[in-house]
């Protein structure tokens, strides 16, 4: 018998990857800041968003990861 993946697993996985990509996009607009930076740009949000969205998703793949039963 199979056994079915939460699908939480995969918005976990999800999360981690998008997590990623934005702390890592804040971290380069971090090293090479715009000519006409927006308002509240000092505060850095990609890094802490993308921080947070890593963390929770990482917290859901490895709470929700597929268990193998050996049967």
Do not use: C, D, Q
Not at 12 to 26: A, K, M, Q
């Amino acid at each position: 018998m199979r056994e079915e993946i939460s699908i939480w697993f995969f918005g976990g996985v999800l999360f981690l990857i998008y997590g990623t990509i934005v702390f890592v996009e804040g971290l380069w607009e971090l090293s090479h800041p715009l000519a006409n930076p927006p308002a509240l740009s000092n505060l850095h949000a990609p890094i802490w968003w993308g921080g947070m969205m890593g963390i929770a998703g990482l917290v859901y793949t490895v709470k929700f990861w597929p268990k193998r039963h050996r049967g």
